[in-house]
């Protein structure tokens, strides 16, 4: 009961800062909404023109349409994967020291400052849908489809929000964090169906990706947006992130207890 | 006896052989303002950072309250106030946002937390402030309010690491009336500064410690009794002929006397009560005495004479 309320009011407090820093909101998305407006564009010939020639896409699939998914899930990818750098100045500042010196059960240090992340990335998420619709993209599976979409999407903010927070507590700082998470973002961004079909990556990377869990959230988003409830991607994608999510959180909770001694 | 803050053979090592600790062992009674002296790198941080559990000793016991603080229960803490090296601010909250905050998390009762928020604001002198930003405070209202979260709780320990730091004598000041104030409460002081001029005036005990090893531990009133009077300073209403001031050398117990226009400064061996017998001297002489002043030495002295040098200056 007591880690539940910590956790709460950790929460509390990380977005309260969060939300009189809106600029760092706002910086976080520009790189997805500029993604989102000059992709359709640069790669519109990939699209299926119904019958034209040199559209990699289905019929009536327009690449702005496929890329969306994945453009929804890219806010999530750099929103979570930095958070780690707030924990790095917690510690130079004193203020994750000051959170230890008090009775707050542990975990609730580490677990309030991820769930913000999500909080904030479900906002921005919201943020780029809308952006999305109103640029003309189509949700096949209307409300209910896109509460599971933001579900995912959470759910990938939780583990990346959980990794960046544990190496934080390990690599103590923030060039370093930085370099780590940009080592493991960009690979993962592009080993992955984000910008492409699988039906044109290669051999090689086909399988890569399904080691990545960007990619099982790309799917189900997409899913959701074009074809509709295909259960079997869901659930597997839902399987995959939630284990990987309880095993980041349990990496960042041990980085925590090793941070005191 | 349990005491408010004990410590045994607490020992610190970090990697590369680098030992901050060497088997300090402490024993601080309820209700007592303990000063902790030494030098940079002497383990002061590093024995406050295991009171409050922020690290763990390499061997050795700590114990709040007579329960051991190496064990993993973080209730101990409900009875602990810190304030440890940097502040740590909360740049975009407000005092009572940060207060409303950490006094959720010491589990005080919604119903008296805004009551004893305002309260510990007034105390520390921060009502005025209550809701600006903590990011516009200056260095010494930082300060304050770190102090205010460390006592919200009502702990019965206060653990200070070098609770003036970066503060201006005004600030200074204030802070000594606080922990006066805390003492009064019945509140157990722990404090580490590096002004010995604060806790001369504040603490009723001191501590030195140097290379993570206790030098000294004594009551105030011991140490300023030990503090002995080896000058003095005599004022004449006339500057004095050279075999006057033969005659005064050759009094017993002075070792020297220097002559500047009309004072001579005495020295000598022995105490207070050596100082009385050479004023008694001199007043025998029939020399006419202006003012007469013991020099005693001071407790940076004192400090110096017990800590060496600091750690990593050869």
């Given at each position: ?200 990556l290669p051999h090689w990377l086909n399988v890569v990706r399904h080691f990545n869990p960007i990619d099982y959230t790309i799917v189900g988003v997409r899913d959701l947006v074009l074809n509709g409830y295909i259960w079997h991607d869901l659930w597997r994608s839902f399987a995959v992130l939630g284990v990987i999510a309880v095993v980041m959180v349990a990496f960042a909770t041990l980085m925590f207890r090793k941070r005191a001694e | 006896m349990e005491y408010a803050i004990q410590t045994k053979k607490l020992v610190k090592r970090y990697g590369r052989g680098f ?296």
């Amino acid at each position: 009961m007591n880690a539940l309320k910590d956790t709460w009011y950790i929460t509390l407090r990380d977005l309260r800062t969060r939300i009189r820093m809106p600029i760092f909101l706002f910086m976080s998305m520009a790189q997805p909404i500029l993604f989102l407006l000059l992709f359709p564009q640069i790669f519109k010939s990939v699209g299926g023109t119904g019958g034209s020639t040199g559209g990699m896409l289905p019929a009536g699939i327009s690449y702005l349409q496929f890329f969306a998914p994945g453009i929804l899930v890219m806010t999530s990818l750099f929103s979570a994967a930095f958070s780690g750098m707030s924990t790095i100045m917690d510690m130079d500042t004193g203020i994750l020291s000051r959170m230890m010196a008090t009775p707050v059960t542990r975990v609730s240090i580490v677990l309030g400052r991820v769930i913000a992340t999500v909080v904030v990335i479900l906002a921005q998420a919201i943020v780029m849908l809308v952006i999305a619709l109103i640029m003309g993209v189509h949700i096949k599976t209307g409300f209910g489809g896109v509460m599971l979409a933001l579900l995912l999407i959470g759910l990938l903010g939780l583990t990346l929000s959980a990794f960046s927070n544990g190496m934080a507590l390990w690599l103590k700082r923030q060039e370093t964090l930085m370099a780590t998470i940009n080592l493991f973002t960009m690979p993962l961004m592009f080993l992955s169906t984000m910008m492409m079909p699988s039906q044109v990556l290669p051999h090689w990377l086909n399988v890569v990706r399904h080691f990545n869990p960007i990619d099982y959230t790309i799917v189900g988003v997409r899913d959701l947006v074009l074809n509709g409830y295909i259960w079997h991607d869901l659930w597997r994608s839902f399987a995959v992130l939630g284990v990987i999510a309880v095993v980041m959180v349990a990496f960042a909770t041990l980085m925590f207890r090793k941070r005191a001694e | 006896m349990e005491y408010a803050i004990q410590t045994k053979k607490l020992v610190k090592r970090y990697g590369r052989g680098f030992t901050a600790l060497d088997g300090i062992s402490l024993n601080i009674k309820r209700g007592e303002v303990v000063g902790y002296l030494g030098p940079n790198g002497a383990g002061k941080t590093t024995t406050i950072k295991i009171l409050t559990k922020l690290i763990k000793p390499t061997a050795g016991r700590a114990y709040i309250n007579g329960v051991d603080v190496t064990r993993p229960s973080k209730e101990v803490l409900s009875k602990v106030g810190s304030l440890i090296e940097v502040p740590g601010i909360y740049e975009y909250l407000t005092p009572i946002e940060m207060l409303t905050y950490f006094g959720r998390v010491y589990r005080i009762d919604k119903k008296v937390l805004d009551r004893r928020i305002k309260k510990t604001l007034s105390l520390v002198k921060l009502s005025d402030c209550e809701h600006k930003k903590i990011g516009s405070f200056s260095t010494g209202m930082q300060r304050r309010l770190a102090i205010a979260k460390a006592i919200l709780h009502r702990p019965e320990i206060l653990l200070l690491d070098e609770p003036v730091l970066g503060l201006d004598p005004r600030g200074i000041k204030d802070v000594r009336e606080m922990i006066q104030h805390f003492q009064s409460e019945g509140m157990t002081v722990f404090l580490s500064s590096h002004l010995l001029g604060e806790v001369a005036e504040v603490c009723n005990s001191v501590i030195f410690i140097d290379k993570g090893k206790v030098v000294e531990s004594a009551d105030m009133k011991d140490i300023t009794a030990r503090l002995e009077t080896k000058a003095i300073s005599v004022e004449f209403s006339r500057p004095l002929s050279k075999e006057e001031v033969a005659r005064i050398q050759a009094v017993k117990s002075v070792s020297n006397a220097e002559v500047s226009d009309n004072t001579l400064l005495i020295s000598f061996e022995g105490g207070l009560h050596t100082s009385y017998q050479i004023l008694r001297d001199l007043t025998g002489m029939d020399l006419e005495i202006v003012s007469y002043n013991p020099e005693r030495m001071g407790f940076e002295d004192y400090y110096l004479s017990l800590v060496g040098n600091e750690r990593g200056v050869k």
